[in-house]
């Protein structure tokens, strides 16, 4: 049966370099995050219309299409929760994933500089939905609460606390390929669902 929790997953899944190293270790099983609880997930779609240049003596100006927007995906409410030291773990290695995946690779020792941040897959709800949708993270928002308890955890052989209840605001912006859109898309195939069959994350 087919995962159909909320997802943010490197494309590269376990193998990801980024998933090597000990603060992002307990994301490799998934090869990213999987939220624990379910996300208030808002999408959103434009159409951009304009109005007919100099058009006179007219009490209804003509529209003209100019462009859709890109899609955008808000999640509020990601919630966290510390109960077991497992999951106060996973919520710090979540916390540092979304810290990693908003930063290009930079510096004279990266061998990777001038990369931009990687692009990722966000799932939700079964395939019909939301299905390897490829998107950029725009916006990551997190909020150290005052109002809980914290604990204790040790990562990386760092002392640090982490709140018993935490939550994410992350807005995502879809990245479709150029070519994929170019030579793979229509409206029709879009409509009728075939695009989503063929799991390319159109949405």
Same mark, same amino acid.
């Given at each position: 049966m087919a995962d159909r929790r909320a997802s943010i997953l490197l494309k590269r899944g376990a193998r990801d370099?980024?998933?090597q190293g000990p603060l992002l270790a307990p994301l490799q099983k998934f090869g990213g995050v999987v939220f624990p609880y379910s996300p208030q997930v808002t999408y959103s779609t434009k159409a951009t219309w304009q109005g007919f240049p100099n058009l006179t003596h007219t009490n209804y100006q003509p529209q003209i299409y100019a462009r859709t927007e890109n899609p955008t995906i808000a999640l509020n409410n990601c919630t966290f929760t510390a109960t077991t030291l497992e999951d106060a773990t996973y !919520? $710090?290695?979540? !916390?540092?994933f979304f810290k990693t995946v908003t930063k290009m690779s930079f510096g004279v020792k990266d061998p990777n500089r001038g990369s931009p941040p990687p692009v990722l &897959? $966000?799932?939700? %709800?079964?395939?019909?939905m939301f299905r390897d949708v490829p998107v @950029?993270?725009?916006? $990551?928002? @997190? @909020? %150290?609460? &005052?109002?809980v308890d914290y604990v204790n955890i040790e990562v990386n052989g760092s002392k640090i606390n982490v709140p018993i209840k935490m939550d994410f605001t992350i807005q995502l912006a879809i990245n479709m390929p150029i070519n994929d859109v170019k030579n793979n898309f229509t409206l029709t195939d879009f409509a009728n669902g075939n695009l989503i069959k063929q799991k390319k994350g159109y949405v």
């Open positions: 370099p980024l998933l !919520m $710090f290695s979540a !916390m540092h &897959n $966000f799932s939700a %709800y079964g395939d019909a @950029v993270i725009t916006d $990551f928002t @997190v @909020v %150290y609460p &005052n109002d």
